[in-house]
């Protein structure tokens, strides 16, 4: 086991630790990061957002309804990993330090905020849906459908 755990990150590794004993390995931990559509920014005359706000308005000016339409933000399935990054930008956290209560951190004001936000995103045909068929993440911002994705390896 330790042969095995001892290049592993100790956060990750605290995903499968229960009173003080290890059950398992870490699943794996990876960085998302924005990939940004230089020319549909230019196009649109945004820079690369540097806030979660300034994300928001710059995904709704990159959006084109008419003609060829073009998403300011792409994402494939808002759930689980994808949300993490959204969730902790704005401040909010999804279970206590110990990972052991979930209530009043999963379902806090910062939380239900974000959630919000993306959905009013959606709403306003900024942010691609998670229906059958839909562009997949990578084809379409390679084709310059979708202004930004967040991606990681």
Known sequence: FNAVTQGLLDGPMATA???????????????????????????????????MDEFFTVARKLSKK????????????LAGWNICPFIWSNGGEIT????????????????????????????????????????PLTDGYAQGRYGMIIEGP
């Open 17 to 51: 630790r229960v009173k003080g004993d290890y059950y398992g390995l870490a699943l794996n931990t990876n960085t998302k990061i924005l990939f940004y559509n230089k020319s549909l920014f230019d196009k649109a005359g945004v820079s690369v957002p540097k806030t």
């Open 66 to 77: 008419t003609g060829r339409q073009i998403w300011g933000y792409a994402e494939p399935a």
């Open 96 to 135: 206590d330090s110990e990972y052991k209560v979930a209530s009043g951190y999963l379902n806090s004001a910062k939380n239900v905020d974000i959630i919000q936000k993306l959905a009013d995103l959606y709403r306003d045909g900024a942010m691609t849906g998670f229906n059958q068929g839909a562009i």
